[in-house]
T-cell receptor, first 112, second 113 residues
Framework: GENVEQHPSTLSVQEGDSAVIKCTYSDSASNYFPWYKQELGKRPQLIIDIRSNVGEKKDQRIAVTLNKTAKHFSLHITETQPEDSAVYFCAVNNFGNEKLTFGTGTRLTIIP | EAQVTQNPRYLITVTGKKLTVTCSQNMNHEYMSWYRQDPGLGLRQIYYSMNVEVTDKGDVPEGYKVSRKEKRNFPLILESPSPNQTSLYFC????????????FGNGTRLTVT
């Protein structure tokens, strides 16, 4: 089955700096790559997603890049703010198996 | 309001006492799924359903059952709970999963003693 690795597991960033979280996957047929944010005590919520026919997508301070050849994709958060502190999960859709496989999560802490 | 509703939010039970966690969505989504979240392990899929009467095992199905008799409901059943099933559980739904996001419920924190 699909194997998704996410790094780092924890990340501390000074407010205003950028944060980058990276995920690698194993199945080259995967075609949908969402990122979810989970604030403390809350449910995961989609923040951005990218499909395999696109290399990069940006939404204000958040961007995701996809390298299909290397089978990795990354979440970039610029000008970080305290409200960015949360756990972030990448996920990969394996169309053939109709399932979404999650990474193990990154706990991002923004230091004021 | 479009939402996924799980009940209960918190549940403490004893080993072996059957329990059901309910999940309902009002978005007419075909795909529904259950995940458990444990520290350091992320979100692991228990079971999923592509449509009514269609269910399939995820990565960690042992000790769990599900049913999908109606499109909106997808209950999670623990016939004989054990302490290793103590976890945070999330139900989620999606229009078709292929390129539509998952919408999560608020979670159920289960403790089995």
């Amino acid at each position: 089955g699909e194997n998704v690795e996410q790094h780092p597991s924890t990340l501390s960033v000074q407010e205003g700096d950028s944060a980058v979280i990276k995920c690698t996957y194993s199945d080259s047929a995967s075609n949908y790559f969402p990122w979810y944010k989970q604030e403390l005590g809350k449910r995961p919520q989609l923040i951005i997603d990218i499909r395999s026919n696109v290399g990069e997508k940006k939404d204000q301070r958040i961007a995701v890049t996809l390298n299909k050849t290397a089978k990795h994709f990354s979440l970039h958060i610029t000008e970080t703010q305290p409200e960015d502190s949360a756990v972030y999960f990448c996920a990969v859709n394996n169309f053939g198996n109709e399932k979404l496989t999650f990474g193990t999560g990154t706990r991002l802490t923004i230091i004021p | 309001e479009a939402q996924v509703t799980q009940n209960p939010r918190y549940l403490i039970t004893v080993t072996g006492k059957k329990l059901t966690v309910t999940c309902s969505q009002n978005m007419n989504h075909e795909y529904m799924s259950w995940y458990r979240q444990d520290p350091g392990l992320g979100l692991r899929q228990i079971y999923y359903s592509m449509n009514v009467e269609v269910t399939d095992k995820g990565d960690v199905p042992e000790g769990y059952k599900v049913s999908r008799k109606e499109k909106r409901n997808f209950p999670l059943i623990l016939e004989s709970p054990s302490p290793n099933q103590t976890s945070l559980y999330f139900c989620a739904s999606s229009r078709d999963l292929r390129d539509s996001p998952l919408h999560f419920g608020n979670g159920t924190r289960l403790t089995v003693t």
